[in-house]
């Protein structure tokens, strides 16, 4: 399995706080996600990253920002935290975008009131 | 986005196949895909179909596609309460950058 890691695992903020996740994979994998999951939507993709400074917007990317200043590390910013941001946030992981393999991290439940 | 669905529940006894469907409405889907996520872990694949193949088998493991249809189905035989977790039928044009997840079917196996 990739080492994909997330931190922190848990938060709980209050509205309209800046929020940061922080994903960091040891695989060396060019490409990186954030995706949220939700009950009634799966998982649906914020952002990604397909390489350093490389990012792109995904299917609900509105109120979110992300940078990846290194390959190992690919941060989610909340700018300004909403209560409908309440989420648990995956990032994941692949070494080629071909296949859509992909390795997920273990997850981060923000809570935002 | 595109539209992936898929029944939210099913239960199966210890022993027996479960069958676990998928509909997709992208008509331009190269791969088809099944996650598994298992209780506080992020998501596993499991297995993939390219869209030129009606099936796919892979130890307990059986994918069926039907294009025409745009319907994805994965059996899973002899069905363990290991495998009791929430299944995710995805779908993609191009690879990982693009795809699309379904709702997830949880499946609880009863010993």
């Known amino acids: 399995d990739a080492g994909i890691t997330q931190s922190p695992r848990h938060k709980v903020t209050e509205t309209g706080t800046p929020v940061t996740l922080r994903c960091h994979q040891t695989e060396n994998h060019r490409y990186m996600y954030w995706y949220r999951q939700d009950p009634g939507h799966g998982l649906r993709l914020i952002h990604y990253?397909?390489?350093?400074?490389?990012?792109d917007k995904g299917e609900v990317s509105d109120g979110y920002s992300v940078s990846r200043s290194k390959t190992e590390d690919f941060l989610l910013t909340l700018e300004s935290a909403t209560s409908s941001q309440t989420s648990v946030y995956f990032c994941?992981?692949?070494?080629?975008?071909?296949?859509?393999?992909?390795?997920f991290g273990e997850g981060s439940r923000l809570t935002v009131l | 986005g595109e539209d992936v669905e898929q029944s939210l529940f099913l239960s199966v006894r210890e022993g027996d196949s479960s069958v676990i469907n998928c509909t997709y409405t992208?008509?331009?889907?190269?791969?088809l895909y099944w996650y598994k996520q298992e209780p506080g872990a992020g998501l596993q694949l499991l297995t993939y179909?390219?869209?030129?193949?009606d099936m796919k088998q892979d130890q307990r493991l059986t994918v069926l596609l039907n294009k025409k249809d745009k319907h994805l189905s994965l059996r899973i035989a002899d069905t363990q309460t290991g495998d009791s977790a929430i299944y995710f039928c995805a779908e993609s044009e191009t690879g990982a950058n693009n795809l699309f997840f379904g709702t997830g079917t949880r499946l609880t196996v009863i010993p």
């Open positions: 990253s397909y390489g350093v400074k490389d990012t």
């Open positions: 994941a992981s692949t070494g080629t975008a071909n296949t859509g393999e992909l390795f």
């Open positions: 179909i390219f869209s030129n193949m």
């Open positions: 992208d008509s331009s889907s190269t791969y």
